[in-house]
């Protein structure tokens, strides 16, 4: 049969650096896959090392810093994905060259699911009738998928690998065959079929998936609200420039209006002056040649010798000079000209530039105003213990280590009134024990200073601006120690998959919840604003924020 490539495999099913099948998948918080040893040499050479498919961030630099065994530790604190190892080791055998186990040099028609055994057509037959195999589920290679191969291939055990696992010990949560159960795990009181293992198992998964659902929902909700808030941006932009437009259309036309209205006066006034000089011109020009013209009768006399008709002109000719207007300054019609003057204030055309340009200016409302928006999302604020990893776009805290201390994370942003701020927890760090999957604690509470300048101590006890319940123990900020509760602490028996939040009412009284229900009272009098408190104590691997709902209030 013609064997399958490694180009011809979904590209899910490879590495994104070294473009081969995945090998020791890790999952990282984006949800894509990278091969464990490609994992760490992308941290060790890459700033920041972004995810290469989508950039979202898988650790920051800070993380970096310590070469390739903190590399190391990082890339194994990322889950290993067992469902894409099964599905990669299961497309490795489909693409090999198929041969009967059986038979030299003749191509297989089928698989064993069982046995693991490629078989020919006749040994296929032969594998059917054997009595210790013809229950065996035997699927033909031509119609099989490395989905199916997966999902069908049996459990082996991992100590006898030719035994199958028909049991599950929960004590150690490993499959464990028959001879297994009679040996190592006879001590263990807990053992169940894998059957009902499995179904217990996808019975989780599938409540994860709605979980998941859910949460797809919201963002959808989400999405359409800042779409619709687009649209109304837009509308509200184009209505904007419109009114602008139309103000400035009306602003021009008394511009216009204005400079008209000037340009019209000075015209007229002007006219009225040029018509008065015009007359004084007209005027001076007439008594100009009066002048002359009894300047010339002077001159003819001067030349006469007859003293007799002289001495009886000049008589008459004195007569007449002094009865000519002979002013020698300009008259007053003239200086009409010095009436006209165009005043321009020039300090209220600058009041109104200065007020044109602050006219109608646009303004982005304050966040304060927003203070009525429904919380949708829990999100960890960056300053967090040192033992602490943030990733899901910091919605998710995982532990770094063993250990019970620096596990503090803080929400980002303050509690609202009558909002539920709830984590749940996702694995723990499991020890053989006989408390089986018990947990020490998680402790929760609220701080009430800003987590950027908050400085975190190695333990939520040791925070002095904090309220936290930590199993059955209650600390405030207003007792150095901390109040011992003998009532029965809903913290003492959390596991896996439980979930703690808390929240605040209009009294500033601040309320514990666990798995969904209210579990009354921790603290009364809390300031304003105050911000959520995780502490992944004991053995807490991992908790992630969920959405933030409304406290359903009870009579």
Same mark, same amino acid.
């Given at each position: 049969? #013609?064997?399958?490539?490694?180009?011809?495999?979904?590209?899910?099913?490879?590495?994104?650096?070294?473009?081969?099948?995945?090998?020791?998948?890790?999952?990282?918080?984006?949800?894509?896959?990278?091969?464990?040893?490609?994992?760490?040499?992308?941290?060790?050479?890459?700033?920041?090392?972004?995810?290469?498919?989508?950039?979202?961030?898988?650790?920051?630099?800070?993380? +970096?810093?310590?070469?390739?065994?903190?590399?190391?530790?990082? *890339?194994?604190?990322?889950?290993?994905? &067992?469902?894409?190892?099964?599905?990669?080791?299961?497309?490795?055998?489909?693409?090999?060259?198929?041969?009967?186990?059986?038979?030299?040099?003749?191509?297989?028609?089928?698989?064993? =699911?069982?046995?693991?055994?490629?078989?020919?057509?006749?040994?296929?037959?032969?594998?059917?009738?054997?009595?210790?195999?013809?229950?065996?589920?035997?699927?033909?290679?031509?119609?099989?998928?490395?989905?199916?191969?997966?999902?069908?291939?049996?459990?082996?055990?991992?100590?006898?690998?030719?035994?199958?696992?028909?049991?599950?010990?929960?004590?150690?949560?490993?499959?464990?065959?028959?001879?297994? !159960?009679?040996?190592?795990?006879?001590?263990?009181?807990?053992?169940?079929?894998?059957?009902?293992?499995?179904?217990?198992?996808?019975?989780?998964?599938? #409540?994860?998936?709605?979980?998941?659902?859910?949460?797809? *929902?919201?963002?959808?909700?989400?999405?359409?609200?800042?779409? +619709?808030?687009?649209?109304?941006?837009?509308?509200?932009? #184009?209505?904007?420039?419109?009114?602008?437009?139309?103000?400035?259309?009306?602003?021009?036309?008394?511009?216009?209006?204005?400079?008209?209205?000037?340009?019209?006066?000075?015209?007229?006034?002007?006219?009225?002056?040029? !018509?008065?000089? +015009?007359? !004084?011109?007209?005027?001076?020009?007439?008594?100009?040649?009066?002048?002359?013209?009894?300047?010339?009768?002077?001159?003819?006399? +001067?030349?006469?010798?007859?003293?007799?008709?002289?001495?009886?002109?000049?008589?008459?000719?004195?007569?007449?000079?002094?009865?000519?207007?002979?002013?020698?300054?300009?008259?007053?019609?003239?200086?009409?000209?010095?009436?006209?003057?165009?005043?321009?204030?020039?300090? *209220?055309?600058?009041?109104?530039?200065?007020?044109?340009?602050?006219?109608?200016?646009?303004?982005?409302?304050?966040?304060?105003?927003?203070?009525?928006?429904?919380?949708?999302?829990?999100?960890?604020?960056?300053?967090?213990?040192?033992?602490?990893?943030?990733?899901?776009?910091?919605?998710?805290?995982?532990?770094?280590?063993?250990?019970?201390?620096?596990?503090?994370?803080?929400?980002?942003?303050?509690?609202?009134?009558?909002?539920?701020?709830?984590?749940?927890?996702?694995?723990?760090?499991?020890?053989?024990?006989?408390?089986?999957?018990?947990?020490?604690?998680?402790?929760?509470?609220?701080?009430?200073?800003?987590?950027?300048?908050?400085? &975190?101590?190695?333990?939520?006890?040791?925070?002095?601006? *904090?309220?936290? =319940?930590?199993?059955?123990?209650?600390?405030?900020?207003?007792?150095?120690?901390?109040?011992?509760?003998?009532?029965?602490?809903?913290?003492?028996? &959390?596991?896996?998959?439980?979930?703690?939040?808390?929240?605040?009412?209009?009294?500033?009284? =601040?309320?514990?919840?666990?798995?969904?229900?209210?579990?009354?009272?921790?603290?009364?009098?809390?300031?304003?604003?105050?911000?959520?408190?995780?502490?992944?104590?004991?053995?807490?691997?991992?908790?992630?924020?969920?959405?933030?709902?409304?406290?359903?209030?009870?009579?």
């Amino acid at each position: 049969m #013609a064997t399958a490539s490694p180009q011809d495999v979904p590209g899910e099913r490879e590495c994104s650096i070294c473009h081969e099948l995945l090998t020791v998948p890790k999952l990282l918080p984006c949800g894509h896959h990278l091969c464990r040893h490609c994992l760490v040499s992308w941290i060790q050479t890459k700033a920041d090392a972004p995810c290469p498919l989508c950039r979202c961030a898988i650790v920051h630099s800070k993380e +970096q810093e310590g070469g390739a065994a903190k590399a190391e530790a990082i *890339a194994d604190g990322f889950p290993t994905d &067992l469902f894409m190892e099964k599905l990669v080791e299961a497309e490795r055998l489909l693409s090999k060259d198929h041969h009967c186990c059986v038979c030299e040099d003749v191509a297989a028609t089928a698989l064993c =699911l069982e046995c693991g055994d490629m078989l020919c057509s006749s040994c296929e037959k032969g594998h059917r009738k054997l009595s210790m195999s013809k229950n065996h589920a035997v699927e033909y290679l031509a119609s099989l998928t490395a989905e199916t191969l997966a999902s069908k291939r049996p459990c082996v055990c991992a100590a006898h690998p030719q035994e199958t696992c028909r049991l599950y010990c929960s004590s150690h949560a490993t499959p464990v065959c028959w001879l297994c !159960a009679s040996t190592k795990h006879r001590a263990c009181s807990d053992l169940i079929e894998l059957h009902d293992k499995a179904e217990e198992a996808g019975k989780s998964l599938e #409540a994860l998936v709605d979980k998941l659902d859910l949460g797809e *929902a919201e963002i959808d909700r989400v999405l359409a609200s800042l779409d +619709q808030h687009w649209e109304k941006t837009d509308a509200y932009a #184009a209505t904007a420039i419109s009114e602008i437009e139309e103000i400035r259309h009306g602003l021009e036309r008394s511009v216009r209006t204005w400079e008209q209205g000037l340009k019209e006066e000075t015209r007229r006034e002007t006219e009225y002056i040029k !018509a008065a000089v +015009q007359e !004084a011109k007209e005027h001076l020009l007439r008594r100009r040649g009066k002048l002359r013209t009894h300047k010339g009768v002077i001159r003819q006399g +001067q030349g006469m010798e007859n003293r007799e008709v002289v001495d009886k002109m000049i008589t008459a000719l004195e007569t007449r000079v002094e009865e000519l207007d002979q002013i020698d300054v300009l008259p007053r019609e003239a200086l009409v000209l010095s009436d006209l003057e165009l005043t321009l204030d020039k300090a *209220a055309v600058s009041r109104f530039e200065q007020e044109l340009s602050s006219f109608g200016q646009v303004q982005v409302a304050p966040a304060d105003n927003f203070s009525n928006v429904t919380p949708t999302v829990l999100r960890f604020h960056e300053n967090h213990g040192q033992a602490v990893r943030l990733g899901n776009f910091q919605q998710t805290a995982t532990k770094t280590g063993l250990h019970c201390n620096h596990g503090i994370v803080l929400a980002q942003d303050p509690l609202k009134t009558d909002f539920l701020y709830e984590v749940q927890i996702v694995y723990q760090h499991v020890t053989v024990s006989k408390r089986r999957h018990k947990l020490e604690t998680l402790a929760v509470g609220v701080v009430t200073v800003d987590p950027t300048t908050i400085l &975190l101590p190695d333990k939520s006890a040791d925070l002095h601006s *904090a309220f936290v =319940l930590n199993r059955n123990w209650l600390k405030t900020p207003n007792c150095d120690e901390a109040v011992v509760l003998y009532s029965t602490a809903p913290l003492n028996c &959390l596991r896996g998959g439980d979930r703690v939040g808390v929240s605040l009412d209009s009294d500033n009284r =601040l309320h514990l919840h666990v798995n969904g229900q209210e579990r009354g009272v921790l603290a009364e009098g809390i300031p304003r604003p105050c911000y959520p408190l995780f502490d992944m104590c004991g053995k807490v691997g991992q908790i992630t924020a969920l959405p933030v709902t409304k406290v359903m209030k009870t009579n």
